[in-house]
T-cell receptor, first 115, second 115 residues
C-alpha cells in the first residue's frame, strides 16, 4: 500500500473553475513531486519541491500552481484549465540526498477531467 | 541527457511461463535503475531498483532484474508468470550524480498474462 495519499481521487471541473489537488506523505521525505500522466504513457514531471522550496518547474503553464505548505503536504492549484489538461495527476515523494539511489514513491493519483 | 528504451509495447506470456520485459538505458556515468508497475486505474508501484553491487536485484512479487553494464540493459524477469501480473511496466533511470531526483521513464510495456 502506498504511503502517499492523494485527494480527491476523481475531479471534474469546468474551464473557468478553480480547484486544488492535495497530497500528503508521512514517510519523512523532504522531496515531493507532481507528475502528469496520460493513458498508457509514462509520467511526465511537472514540479519538484526540495525542503519545501520549488527546485524544478518543467515549464508548466501558469494555470497550474504548486504549493508546499510544509514537509508533509503538497498542493496543486488549478485554474482556467483546458480539456487537454485532463489526465491522471500523480504525487510522489522521496528522500533528497543524492548518490543514495532514493526511491520515488507514488500515490494512487487524482483523475482530472476538464469539461 | 539520460534516456530509457523499452522496445516492446506489449509482451504476451502464458501463465506459469517465465517472463522478460526488456529495458536498455543511456546515461552519463553510473546509473540508478528502477522498475515500476502500474495496474489499471492505479498509481505507480515501486518493484525494485539497482544502485550498486550485485547485478541481480530481487524485488516485490517474485520479480527480479539483471543489470548488465556492457549491454546497458536492465531487463525485468519472473520465473513463473501469474495472470495477476498483467499490468503496465515502466523502466526508469537516474544518473548517479548531477540528475537531482529526476527520473527518466521508458515508454512502458504492457504485460498480458493469459491462462
Amino acid at each position: 500500500d502506498t504511503e502517499v495519499t492523494q485527494t480527491p481521487k476523481h475531479l471534474v471541473m469546468g474551464m473557468t473553475n478553480k480547484k486544488s489537488l492535495k497530497c500528503e506523505q508521512h514517510m519523512g521525505h523532504r522531496a515531493m513531486y507532481w507528475y502528469k500522466q496520460k493513458a498508457k504513457k509514462p509520467p511526465e514531471l511537472m514540479f519538484v519541491y526540495s525542503y519545501e522550496k520549488l527546485s524544478i518547474n518543467e515549464s508548466v503553464p501558469s494555470r497550474f500552481s504548486p504549493e508546499c505548505p510544509n514537509s508533509s503536504l503538497l498542493n496543486l492549484h488549478l485554474h482556467a484549465l483546458q480539456p487537454e489538461d485532463s489526465a491522471l495527476y500523480l504525487c510522489a515523494s522521496s528522500q533528497v540526498k543524492e548518490r543514495s539511489g532514493n526511491t520515488i514513491y507514488f500515490g494512487e493519483g487524482s483523475w482530472l477531467t476538464v469539461v | 541527457a539520460q534516456s530509457v528504451a523499452q522496445p516492446e509495447d506489449q509482451v504476451n506470456v502464458a501463465e506459469g511461463n517465465p517472463l522478460t520485459v526488456k529495458c536498455t538505458y543511456s546515461v552519463s556515468g553510473n546509473p540508478y535503475l528502477f522498475w515500476y508497475v502500474q495496474y489499471p486505474n492505479r498509481g505507480l508501484q515501486f518493484l525494485l531498483k539497482y544502485i550498486t553491487g550485485d547485478n541481480l536485484v530481487k524485488g516485490s512479487y517474485g520479480f527480479e532484474a539483471e543489470f548488465n553494464k556492457s549491454q546497458t540493459s536492465f531487463h525485468l524477469k519472473k520465473p513463473s508468470a501469474l495472470v495477476s501480473d498483467s499490468a503496465l511496466y515502466f523502466c526508469a533511470v537516474r544518473p548517479f550524480t548531477g540528475g537531482g531526483n529526476k527520473l527518466t521513464f521508458g515508454t512502458g510495456t504492457q504485460l498480458k498474462v493469459e491462462l
